[in-house]
Every structure is written in structure tokens, then in C-alpha cells.
């Protein structure tokens, strides 16, 4: 334990140079600063792995919420307030987990609105802006796939917190699967107008899904503390999923690119300061309020 | 008055028609063994549309173990002018009621 997370904190021993880790020395070490901070400097690895678990879904469930009052249509505007509600909801609690293991009295409140946005590990896909339905669907459709892999490789680990909330959670996953994979199909394979929005929405949102595969010190390190996760594997499932779908929405698969990464070590895009500064303003300017 | 387009969306009495996706009825299933009852209807573009729909607006509660959706052009309803013939001689007849009987203990749903 000691030994992983002295890896973690000097950012070596990793077989980085590939396309899915951190770059050398980057961020990980902490000696880089990032515009006028102090840079990120990582906590131990099981605290950075549930705040990256949890930062995913609590900013992915934010945006969405933006969507209250705005659907398309009434039903479609409860489904994706039902879906921010599920995605905060698995945030809270894994959030919670990631206070305990900090240890340092923080629950999920604290974490979730009184932390700056260096301190956020939320992948960059999450944060950027919803767009028209149609690129919110794409990027949750994303996002679903990738998740619904996800819990059901940590539905199996022996770290027994984890493995709890993942398997409460992918009933929840697998749903929205379907809502965003069957929004997809139904936008790809529609007008010829939809199906233009939504391949524009399809190759914008593609630079952001390399990083969901990552695979860092923080990784290796939650690996031998009963959390081992296999992303290659990941990766091929959801190569499996994204494909099957974007061909029933007679969509084109973007070519991979140069992929934008930076969100698990805190470096995010000026997306997420607008965002959290809306999320955060209530308990930060009423700290302790109840309701 | 010919010279003013037609407006698809508007009605005689100012109202917008609906333009939305089409009706689908959506019946909710309480409990394993229980009738499905009316829950309320909603819009969509499929059926697998309005299952979807369905789930989120009338069941994300846990309000059902099973969902039933129905175009609601499928449905023949009866018309309040049936109200008269249709009902009013049930009213007045007990003997069409099996009221003498008694249920059969631990029976709850009947």
C-alpha cells in the first residue's frame, strides 16, 4: 500500500508513452503547476479512485439536470431529470465512500460542493456543455456504455463498499443505456436534418473517450487493494456496444484521434469552473443550511 | 380570412393542436397477480419509445412490477352519450350482484 501510493505520488514506475495513461511526470507528480495554482497533487489512490468514480457521474448528472424544464417534451424531460437523479445518487454514495477513506471527516456534501475544480477528477467528456438533445444523448449514450461496462467489472471485486454500490448501480446504468442507445438510433436513423446534428454531436464529443480508458498509477494501485479492473477488456466491450448501436443509427464511427485527457489529475477544460461555480453557489453561500 | 395561411398548429379556438408524437396508453401492474389498472398515457414515437416514457413518468416511484402500453387509437371507449343505456340498469338490480356469497379466507385480492 505504501509502495503503490508512494507510485502514485511521484507519477513513476508506470508504463506511461502509450494513449490511455498520464505523461510522464505530468500532473501526477505535482511539481507541475497549472496556471496560478499549486497543481494537483493526488491523495491516496483509493480516495482518487472513488472521487474519480463519483466526480464522473456528479458532473454527468448536473449537466443533465439542466435539462429540467427544457425537454423536448414533458416525458422526456422527466427521463432526464430521472437520470441525473440516479447518476447523483450513485455520486452521493460513492462520494461518501471516498470521504471514509480520506478520513479526514469530509462526506459527500463537503466533497461535492466545497472542493475547487483542480480538486475535481471527473473525466473531460462529463463537463462539456449539453448542446442540442441530440449531443446530450450522444455523450450520455457515451458515457452509458462505458458505465454499464464499468459497474459490471466492479460488481465482481472483493472490496465489498465498491461492489455494492456497482451492483445497485448498473440496474441503473443498464437503463440508461437503453433510453440514450435507443435516442441514438432513433436521431441517427431519423431525418436527414437529426442525423446531421447528431454525427456533428457524435465526432465533437469522440476526442473525450479516449481518457475513459485510462489506465494510471492510481489504477494499478486500487488493483492491489481488491480493486482490479481490467480496461483493455472494458475497452472492447464498449468498442462492441458503440459499434452495434452507431450502425442501427446509421452513424460513422470517427477515426481516433489526438485524444483530449486531463480531468483524473484535475487539468480540466474552462467548462467545468462555469459549472461547478452554478452547482456550488447555494452551499457555499449558506454553508450548514437544512431544508 | 382566405388569404391567411393555413396554421397547422393553431385550432379555431386558439389552442395549439397536438403536435406531439402519438398516444400510447399506459396501464401499470401493482403487483404480481394484480389487474392492470389506467395509469395515464403518454407520448412517443415507438413502442419501445413509450415503454421508455411509460417507466419514467408513471413507475420510476416503484409503482409497478409490469407495464402495459397501448396506442390509444387501438382503444374502442364508450361515448358519454352511452352513459344512459350502457349503466343505468345495473343500478337498480341486486340480484345481479354475487353480494350473498362470502370470500374465502386469506383471499386479498379479489
Keep these: 500500500m505504501s509502495a503503490a501510493k508512494s507510485a502514485v505520488r511521484s507519477g513513476g514506475g508506470h508504463d506511461e508513452g502509450d494513449d490511455v495513461g498520464v505523461a510522464t511526470g505530468q500532473a501526477v507528480a505535482g511539481t507541475r503547476s497549472v496556471a496560478g495554482t499549486r497543481g494537483p497533487v493526488l491523495g491516496a489512490p483509493l480516495f482518487e479512485y472513488l472521487l474519480r468514480l463519483g466526480d464522473d457521474r456528479l458532473i454527468l448528472g448536473h449537466r443533465l439536470s439542466e435539462w429540467c424544464g427544457h425537454g423536448p417534451i414533458l416525458e422526456e424531460d422527466i427521463a432526464t431529470a430521472n437520470m441525473a437523479l440516479d447518476l447523483i445518487g450513485q455520486a452521493a454514495s460513492l462520494l461518501q465512500l471516498a470521504g471514509e477513506a480520506e478520513g479526514q471527516g469530509r462526506d459527500e456534501d463537503a466533497l461535492a460542493y466545497f472542493r475547487d475544480g483542480v480538486l475535481f477528477r471527473n473525466c473531460l467528456m462529463v463537463e462539456q456543455p449539453n448542446g442540442d438533445f441530440g449531443q446530450t444523448m450522444m455523450r450520455q449514450f457515451l458515457f452509458d456504455a462505458f458505465s454499464v461496462l464499468q459497474w459490471e467489472a466492479l460488481a465482481q471485486v472483493s472490496h465489498t463498499g465498491v461492489a455494492a454500490i456497482a451492483a445497485k448501480s448498473l440496474k441503473e446504468a443498464k437503463y440508461h443505456l437503453r433510453h440514450s442507445s435507443g435516442w441514438v438510433v432513433r436521431l441517427g436513423d431519423g431525418t436527414a436534418e437529426s442525423q446531421a446534428r447528431v454525427q456533428r454531436a457524435l465526432d465533437s464529443v469522440w476526442r473525450f473517450t479516449g481518457e475513459l480508458f485510462g489506465r494510471d498509477a492510481v489504477d494499478d494501485a486500487v488493483a492491489a487493494l481488491g480493486i482490479p479492473v481490467d480496461q483493455a477488456a472494458m475497452k472492447s466491450g464498449w468498442d462492441a456496444i458503440v459499434d452495434e448501436v452507431l450502425a442501427r443509427a446509421t452513424l460513422v464511427r470517427p477515426a481516433d484521434g489526438p485524444m483530449q485527457r486531463g480531468g483524473r489529475t484535475g487539468r480540466h477544460t474552462e467548462h467545468l469552473g462555469h459549472l461547478l461555480a452554478t452547482m456550488q453557489i447555494v452551499a457555499r453561500s449558506h454553508p450548514g443550511a437544512r431544508w | ?110
Design chain 2, 1 to 110: 380570412m382566405s388569404s391567411t395561411p393555413p396554421t397547422p398548429s393553431g385550432t379555431p379556438s386558439g389552442a395549439p393542436a397536438d403536435s406531439h408524437w402519438p398516444l400510447w396508453e399506459v396501464f401499470t401492474q401493482g403487483g404480481q397477480g394484480q389487474p392492470f389498472s389506467h395509469a395515464g398515457s403518454v407520448h412517443a414515437t415507438d413502442a419501445e419509445h413509450a415503454m421508455q416514457n411509460a417507466r419514467d413518468v408513471y413507475a420510476r416511484r416503484g409503482e409497478a412490477v409490469n407495464l402495459w402500453v397501448v396506442p390509444s387509437t387501438a382503444i374502442t371507449a364508450s361515448a358519454p352519450s352511452d352513459a344512459g343505456p350502457f349503466f343505468d340498469p345495473g343500478n337498480d338490480k341486486a340480484y345481479r350482484h354475487p353480494q350473498f356469497y362470502k370470500a374465502p379466507r386469506g383471499v386479498k385480492v379479489l
